[in-house]
């Protein structure tokens, strides 16, 4: 977790002043990126999680440090204008949302400051004009994928849920508000069926045992529904005739699948996924276009949330129809395709072979011809073109682009770009990178809420060739 106390600039203080486990009283001022509170005891900073700015609170002192300390909320004085009551009943335990008690649109408010900080003070912008950050009708049930780790509790019952914040203990639901509403009432059944089978859970601190997670995914547009079991092996017994009773159970269930995972790994999905009944995919609904979702395949969580982010890129750019585009990172071209239908030439780059295949058959779905997807890394397959691209469009992982990324892009020289991105500081370092050399001028960032109830942020970044 990211505690920048470089915000909060203050004298180094003498440790022994602190006392671990000491109860003390603090009023919150600011929220930071991670999505804690921040507040001051003296000339100290203490990090708070579970509280917004305005809340007046009693705290204990966890951990210390000679210039701040991570405190847990004892006691809530005086709330904040900005807390709500949270709509789910383990909100304060669950690590699945840490923004739950904090009205939707001071979420959005803290987010745009965010981003306009982190530009500042990492990227060095001074006058760089920031959108509106864009956002849904509603702050809940936008998830179109949720993936449960498993565990069996002491009674030995079959549980499911999301980790208890900063550790690893399971918090069982039984449904989750930010989920889409209709994957709700597959929850608590799923867990009876598993446990009259007899399946057995993955341990994780043993390793043994079979089931690891439970994954559920949903076509917003569709309602077409995937369920997948993770597994250790794949061989659980009965499992055709229980999942012919999930897909007579469930109409819109259009897929039963086995991902196999027998590594000790914190990574959810293993590289063999089957199906064993139904389809290996649902059907989706993006920008117009039809395409194909597996269980493993990376797509936005929330689907109207991107899509506005989408139309916004596609309005910015004005394509005429004459350019060559290529998108780095394209995935299985979920903004590849829809934009090569208004450009001459379009391709996308992707370091996952299966995600090429995907955007290959997508491409075919949607008869668009004029892409090309190539697998390798944008360093690599950029300069091999032997053409400078009009637009690139990056959507890089959190970590951002590496060093030979920009370089790349700096040598190649395209007359725009757009950065689409999740983590703020990241994105801020890179522009930072792109424009320090002269190379690009940033003109535009339009933020979105991708991820409500989280502190979490997606940008699109809008930058030109510099001339001259």
Request: aromatic share 6%; proline share 6%; charged share 20%.
């Amino acid at each position: 977790m990211d505690h920048d106390v470089s915000l909060y600039p203050h004298p180094p203080v003498s440790p022994d002043q602190w006392q671990q486990g000491q109860l003390v009283e603090v009023t919150i001022k600011d929220l930071n990126d991670s999505g804690d509170g921040v507040g001051r005891l003296g000339n100290r900073v203490v990090f708070v999680p579970d509280t917004v700015t305005g809340d007046h609170v009693r705290v204990r002192l966890l951990r210390v440090k000679a210039n701040y300390a991570i405190a847990k909320l004892h006691q809530l004085l005086e709330p904040s204008p900005h807390r709500i009551r949270p709509h789910c009943i383990v909100a304060d335990k669950c690590g699945g949302c840490q923004w739950q008690h904090i009205d939707p649109q001071y979420q959005r408010s803290v987010k745009e400051n965010l981003i306009e900080q982190v530009l500042t003070r990492i990227g060095g912008f001074t006058s760089i004009e920031i959108a509106p950050i864009l956002s849904t009708d509603s702050p809940l049930a936008y998830r179109n994928k949720a993936t449960y780790p498993m565990q069996r509790s002491p009674t030995g019952q079959v549980q499911a849920g999301y980790y208890q914040k900063g550790t690893h203990q399971l918090i069982n639901l039984n449904q989750c508000p930010v989920q889409d509403a209709r994957l709700n009432p597959l929850l608590a059944q799923i867990k009876q069926d598993i446990q009259q089978q007899g399946w057995s859970i993955y341990n994780e601190s043993r390793h043994q045992g079979r089931l690891r997670h439970l994954s559920l995914r949903i076509g917003r547009r569709t309602g077409e529904m995937l369920l997948t079991l993770v597994t250790t092996d794949a061989n659980l017994t009965n499992l055709e005739t229980q999942a012919q009773t999930w897909l007579n159970r469930y109409p819109d269930l259009v897929g039963v699948c086995v991902n196999v995972n027998p590594h000790r790994t914190n990574a959810i999905f293993g590289d063999q996924t089957h199906c064993v009944l139904g389809q290996p995919y649902l059907r989706e609904i993006f920008a117009d276009l039809e395409f194909q979702l597996r269980p493993d395949t990376f797509f936005q969580v929330n689907t109207e949330a991107a899509e506005a982010l989408f139309n916004v890129i596609r309005q910015k750019l004005a394509l005429q129809g004459t350019e060559y585009l290529v998108d780095a990172y394209c995935g299985i071209g979920t903004f590849t395709l829809p934009l090569a239908k208004q450009v001459q030439q379009a391709l996308g780059i992707e370091v996952q072979g299966t995600a090429v295949e995907q955007a290959q058959i997508n491409a075919q779905i949607n008869g668009i011809t004029n892409v090309t997807f190539k697998m390798g890394t944008v360093e690599t397959v950029l300069p091999q073109l032997g053409i400078t691209p009009d637009i690139v469009l990056l959507d890089p992982p959190r970590q951002g682009c590496n060093p030979q990324v920009i370089e790349t892009l700096l040598s190649v020289l395209p007359q725009r770009l757009v950065y689409i991105s999740c983590k703020p500081a990241t994105l801020a370092r890179d522009l930072k990178r792109l424009c320090q050399s002269g190379g690009y001028q940033l003109t535009y960032i339009q933020p979105a809420d991708l991820f409500t109830q989280t502190p979490h942020v997606e940008c699109a970044a809008f930058l030109e060739k510099q001339e001259g």
